[in-house]
């Protein structure tokens, strides 16, 4: 049987720093989780926003090692909030009854600076009314010579 691994890692999305599992959460990874969850609140703060899209299983352990990171960031003052929970993620935290202590990821609400740097340079419509197109009987006798009088 292959060796069960493990891969943390952060990275910047937009102002958000995000901690990344990819792999495998289990009996043998969780210690390792649950050092990285409580390096990234004592280094980054109370909140933690953990992307889970690449974590192939999850085991009791591993909700264990993610229940520990949920308690470290509310004694902290914040919370871990779940960014794309893989599918053996959502399956086990709904068959445990848990998914509520894992709020999704808060949606990012644009900065009023770029909004109102974006309508600025975006042209407006006109509100002026197209003059008529002239019909074929006009463009006729527009095309025919005048005769001097």
Partial sequence: MAEASLSCYTRREHADLVLAFEGTLDMATAPRAIDMLHQFIKEH???????MARLDFIDS?????????VKAAREAG???YLHNPAT???KILEMCGLQSLFPPRPERKPEPVAVAAAS??????STATAAPRPTSSTTAASR???RAA
């Fill in 144 to 146: 025919a010579p005048r």
């Fill in 120 to 125: 600025a340079s975006r042209p407006r419509a």
């Fill in 61 to 69: 352990k591993g909700v264990g090692a993610l229940l520990s990171g």
């Fill in 45 to 51: 703060g109370p909140d933690v926003i953990l992307d």
């Fill in 78 to 80: 914040g919370k871990l």
């Fill in 88 to 90: 053996p993620v959502k």
